[in-house]
């Protein structure tokens, strides 16, 4: 086959995350005593801001797993424990492992192929949660997080992390991210196939070899022959 190893985001491509994050911050706001029509989108805003801080290098993971809450309690005027406010937060969201529907067959259609190396910018504790507890992680060969790994996408350095020896001209990338998965496969030399159900534009200077709208059309591209065998 034209491919040897599949590498797969996880957040917004196969994980919920804009549900499972709403259902865990709704949580951890009540449990503060802090739950309002409004307090998601406060929360949101600060967190949005700290993960692009993150894509441009300006904040390491470990700062932002705390970061967001220290800005967010202050906001609110809270003398609360950032740190203890994230490590609950993490408990909640890690328990939060609401897959797309049809993402589960085809992570298992892609494995019984191709080894799967679910490649994610994220904090530890709560991707590995999560993925212990969803049906998907007995398709998986490997988990590559960003926090874990000491380097997030877009670097090119966490793509080969997860290459793992294989060359980049024989792996596919498949996940939504535009500054994260399209950029650093680009920045890695590894073919990107781009998840974009809501037909956004890419910025100019990046380009995916292959553009889906349905997970379930990465499936023909994963197992296309090599042109080797044509």
């Known amino acids: 086959m034209r491919y040897k190893l599949i590498l797969l985001d996880a957040d917004d491509t196969i994980f919920d995350f804009q549900a ?18 409004t307090v998601f989108d406060e929360y949101q805003a600060i967190n949005h801001a700290c993960w692009q801080a993150l894509d441009r290098g300006e904040m390491t993971q470990d700062v932002l797993h705390v970061e967001r809450f220290r800005r967010f309690l202050a906001q609110k005027g809270r003398s609360d424990d950032p740190a203890r406010v994230a490590d609950r937060f993490a408990e909640l969201l890690g328990g939060q492992a609401i897959l797309f529907p049809g993402a589960e067959e085809v ?94 534009t890419l910025p100019e200077g990046l380009h995916a070899e292959y553009e889906i709208r349905a997970l379930a059309d990465c499936l023909p591209i994963a197992f296309q022959e090599s042109p080797d065998a044509l």
Do not use: H
């Not at 904090?123 to 398709?139: D, F, G, H, L, N």
């Open 20 to 37: 499972g994050n709403r259902r865990a911050v709704a949580a951890l706001m009540a449990e503060l005593g802090l739950s309002s029509p």
């Open 107 to 200: 992570v298992k259609a892609l494995s019984e192929r191709l080894p799967v190396a679910i490649l994610t910018n994220g904090i530890t504790a709560i991707q590995k949660r999560r993925m212990s507890i969803s049906p998907v992680r007995r398709w998986i060969s490997r988990l590559v997080i960003s926090q874990e790994a000491g380097v997030s996408k877009p670097d090119p350095g966490i793509f080969r992390i997860a290459l793992d020896g294989v060359d980049p001209k024989d792996a596919l990338m498949i996940g939504d991210g535009v500054g994260s998965d399209v950029a650093g496969a680009n920045a890695a030399g590894i073919d990107m196939c781009w998840y974009n159900p809501g037909g956004k």
